[in-house]
Nanobody
Framework: QVQLVESGGGLVQAGGSLRLSCAASGSIFSINNMGWYRQAPGMQRELVATITSGGRINYADSVKGRFTISRDNAKKMVFLQMNSLKPEDTAVYYC??????????????WGQGTLVTVSS
């Protein structure tokens, strides 16, 4: 019953910026972890950044200093500000959350993905 919808992907030149947004819809009781993962063609899906309900943040080494993750608990949203983009950042970016539904059942939910293309 819970879905994640990403937005903000697109085509940008190297050195540019994009801001990804992810909104949770449907009924959910509580959200624990939220994050962003990405997958390039022919590559495995990898962690980009995560943020816990307590605000603890973890970044992949490849994006430290360039990307910033944040969340808005009231709006049930998570964001990824991407600066100084590089061609190797090109990938489909997926939003993730885990938490409890209204019946207090643990759920893990993935978004459909949004494509980010960085040209050189």
């Amino acid at each position: 019953q819970v879905q994640l919808v990403e937005s903000g992907g697109g085509l940008v030149q190297a050195g540019g910026s994009l801001r990804l947004s992810c909104a949770a819809s449907g009924s959910i009781f509580s959200i624990n972890n939220m994050g962003w993962y990405r997958q390039a063609p022919g590559m495995q899906r990898e962690l980009v950044a995560t943020i816990t309900s307590g605000g603890r943040i973890n970044y992949a080494d490849s994006v430290k200093g360039r990307f910033t993750i944040s969340r808005d608990n009231a709006k049930k949203m998570v964001f990824l500000q991407m600066n100084s983009l590089k061609p190797e950042d090109t990938a489909v970016y997926y939003c993730y959350l885990d938490g409890a539904d209204l019946r207090l059942t643990y759920r893990e939910v993935w978004g459909q993905g949004t494509l980010v293309t960085v040209s050189s």
